[in-house]
């Protein structure tokens, strides 16, 4: 498949394309980054790299870093971590505290913030220094070591985190957040604030296409019994309540970030990742989300 | 792969376990039903049949029959389809008015009742005999002229709809039915009353496997876009509240149905269904989900 | 107390106000009473009848009407009554299913749609006669026997009755109605399309001000102490979601109907009524709760 | 009207009784107080003090000060108040986030603990020292200068305080908290931590049955409209979701805490108080409503 062509053709059909999306502004320095910024980078198995606009660019990657924390947990010896947080789809917008109370307390799935809350918080528990063991899991799957956070985006988040706290407490108060309250909170903002490029994500995403196992190494980072469930996981919950117009469209597990990204894989086949920060009324990536769509399209392959 | 040996050594393992779960009994007549029976069958596109068990005994397919009603909405010219049903998964039990109250009588997806009620409105407006051509419609690709409807069951059902009726009233005061309430609901008790074996319907879910052609002929029944957004669905709905659990453990695109039949395929590998009646707290045959488990763990492939 | 001169001031502060309330649309035929319509009666115990306006011209009491049901299922031997609906205020729109779902079929209380559904349920199984004994017992409070319904009323609102009938199945599935769902639909519209005068309300309400009996007779309709519960019922559930608003801002128990009619008592005091067609944001009269609430700061009395 | 005859009578009737309620346990320190405790004061307007068993004990008056908070919020110059909270009854259990996100962080009212932390926010904005005026005040009214909080009570609360700023949190995200959550939830903690007993309490609330002065002075607290208007908001509001079922079965304005106690008034006649710790399902006294209920059962007088 000549995918050069394909990516060039995406990228003439996207860069015209005017997103009716809004920059994420909860986090007041995240609405400062341009909203004309677009870049998309694949990473292919069996033929290496192809990418176009500014996917050399790092950016926020906020809730794609909740796929590396659940990666740590699942590393962990954390026999609990399914007993804390649950695998099912949330059907309800991202930080919601209606659906957590319902449900006594237990997240829906880890990638909503309060199961990202949940891993944070077991994490902790496990690790020595937990900011720096995350940090180094992500920079050596991503095959960089000048990986690091934004610290103007974690500052702000730190600032604007009631929401966030309010869901810790709340999960606290039935007996599901072990650590400190602010801790868990810090720890949590540290990893959103994570910066990297499309091709750094794409390399770090690699695992997943891969069974678990460094590219072109004999590192096998995690079983592919685990990178399998965390694909599953991706596919049915990796875009908050718009999973299911993911898969409809897209056809691909993958995991969004209001910073405007969002990376994906296809088990087997390849990474690819895009960059636009104007998100959909879903908090997705309106142009990020219509690359990947031309992307399974063009190319006649979804998992489906 | 030896496909047989697979096969025995799951019939070995699960025909000792004892389900604690419930044969359905909210439609009387599907409670006779021996809890007893089990019984798988899987249809590779390579290598033909395999199967165990109670394989050739029919049994109510119920919701399974959703995904044909899809199927068939989506061959007719239903250019609304997607506006009057989302595709999101539903993070509630499968007959929930609650969601359906919120989202101003838009179902979230077609395989929870209320779309699937939407879908037998559209194509009782599209058809000229619904229940003759969709008897005739599964009929053609599970390549079985005697398939037909359990009248006692879809007696027995028509005299307890409370609920669904409840449902259907509801979306057409949001304006979301065109016919009368009767007769969506007298079509929507008749496809979930059809019988059929394990066998059958294997043969009938091969067109999912198969990018939409029946095997071993020329017949395209529909286009490869449009099965590929039917497996989506069926990846993220299939399987009421329990949608992620079964990607996370199975990691195939799937339906099941109260009458402990669950069908799912693999995509361009095969088709397989199991039927066990004692359904699990979600609804879902609780051993037929062990079945399929076993099935993707021993071989090794799921499409993650 | 001078009530002429307070019902006057009532007259002239209210009629220059413009509502900015809408007519109720939801039944065609309600949505063609004009607008500028406005009427108000007080009925004293000690000292007779004032109004002002349109007092004397019958209009469709709707909601009003689950008063006296309410009243008429309190003196039949109903047993389970207070089993079958509650007596807690809402806290939801006044036609929610999600209330009725999450609490299993057990209504809030009898004043929102669907309690006043079991509670026609339940006059069915009690009386002979229902619709004919239903009319007899509210003309007989009203000392006024031409009262009768409006039958286009009556008729416009069979044709839109989805809503209601989606809540009579949802109960019914919940075993909490007994007779035909229709039938149970028809008596319940019969009594929402009665007519009647503000005067003619004024006088059926004094029996809720007056201990249960007739004014000015030996004649107990019901006992003291259960029209007090029926009271305490209209202070906490009588307007819907705004049941607390209008205690605080008026501080009467009354009930509201989306006629645009309002009818409040004060025990030991008086019953008063008023009319104005267009409604608030919550369904209730804008222009009569601003003359309830001018009347109890006018007296300076209220029940508080 | 001889009340003492009638205090006996409830003295008798209910000290056989057996509560199968609980006594509070989310707070460790309030489950150490003895079960049987039980006492009532009635303090009538025309012929002073009746009481019978422990009414002259102290214990933690907790969600009863919620009135006195009110109270002094309506003192203050703070016309933003009942922007910041709504006057509805909840419909609810006592603590539900589930509403305030659905509402946007406006809390239903003043007497859930939500509207009683932006009730004590909105103190803090306008006392120079918050819980040094709010002791004053209680003590004023109560004329009685040794009343102070049980330091235990207040440490045990601080300790277990994750609801409440989970609840607090998730106001501040909404814009609805002014100033520091700690502050806030200090405050409203050390409210909560006020002990008195019946006969203080009793006291305390004749200021709201006797419109709003101190009885046999000329010292007016608070205006008769605003006492009328936290009458009616006790009316709707003041028992958790079972406001209704206490105005069906009491019919008077009364506030209960979880530390098992009561207070009650009827306008220009009486203020009464019960306290028996044991809890029903609802969170409100067993015993306690028990003896309300049959007070205005025996004196055949309720607001109704």
């Known amino acids: 498949m000549d995918y050069q062509k394909i990516i060039n053709q995406i990228a003439q059909e996207v860069s015209v394309k005017e997103s009716k999306g809004k920059v994420a502004s909860y986090i007041p320095e995240l609405s400062c980054v341009p909203s004309d910024k677009l870049g998309m980078h694949l990473y292919c198995i069996n033929s290496g790299h192809y990418q176009f606009g500014d996917s050399a660019e790092r950016f926020s990657i906020q809730s794609i870093s909740k796929v590396f924390a659940l ?10 971590l399914f007993k ?3 695998v099912e789809p949330s059907g309800d917008p991202f930080n919601s505290l209606i659906q957590l109370e319902y449900e006594k307390g237990i997240p829906r799935n880890p990638f909503i913030n309060a199961g990202a809350l949940v891993v944070s918080d077991l994490l902790i528990s496990h690790l020595e220094n937990p900011k720096e063991e995350f ?15 934004n610290d103007a985006v974690y500052q702000s988040e730190k600032r604007h985190s009631d929401r966030n706290a309010s869901l810790v407490h709340l999960m606290k108060s039935f007996g599901n957040i072990e ?3 602010d801790e868990v909170l810090d720890f949590y903002i540290y990893q959103c604030a994570v910066e990297m490029s499309c091709k750094e994500l794409a390399m770090a995403f690699m695992i997943y296409a891969n069974g678990g196992a460094l590219l072109n190494t ?3 980072i995690i079983a592919p019994s685990k990178i399998k469930r965390i694909n599953a996981i991706m596919q049915t919950c990796g875009f908050y309540d718009e999973a299911g117009e993911f898969s409809f469209r897209v056809g691909l597990p993958g995991k969004s970030g209001v910073g405007g990204g969002i990376a994906a894989i296809h ?10 920060p ?22 006649g392959l979804s998992i489906f």
Request: hydrophobic content about 40%; overall charge negative.
């Open 278 to 299: 104007p998100l959909n009324a879903k908090g997705n990536s309106e142009l990020g989300m219509l690359c990947l769509e031309n992307l399974t399209t063009l190319t």
């Open 135 to 149: 940090l180094e899991f992500v920079r050596a799957i991503a095959h960089t070591k000048s990986i690091g956070i």
């Open 71 to 80: 990666t740590m947990a699942m590393l962990a010896p954390a026999e609990d």
């Open 179 to 181: 650590n400190d309250v």
């Open 218 to 220: 004999d590192s096998q």
């Open 84 to 86: 804390r947080v649950d």
């Open 267 to 276: 088990p087997g086949q390849y990474a690819v990742t895009v960059w636009s």
